[in-house]
């Protein structure tokens, strides 16, 4: 079963990953270089903004063996 479209709740997720990534750099640095920064960095925030302008989409699909009666109660 195909959830509804979840690209506009996940490019506020994708953000907030960004702001916990970048809070946490100081931390990080010691293991990870500048190079990865901004390529992590890139990733994250092309990504939510291709998700806000819909030019990329995001679906969930969710699979059981025997089914589920009176179908998938989607939680949002």
């Known amino acids: 079963m195909a959830r509804p479209h979840l690209g506009p709740d996940h490019d506020r997720t994708l953000v907030a990953w960004f702001q916990n990534f970048n809070r946490s750099w100081p931390r990080l640095r010691e293991r990870y270089d500048e ?11 092309a990504s939510a903004g291709n ?5 990329n989409h995001l679906w969930q699909f969710v699979f059981s063996k025997h089914g589920i009666v009176g179908g998938y109660p989607a939680v949002r």
């Open 35 to 45: 190079r990865f920064y901004r390529m992590w960095k890139f990733f994250l925030l």
């Open 51 to 55: 998700l806000r302008a819909r030019v």
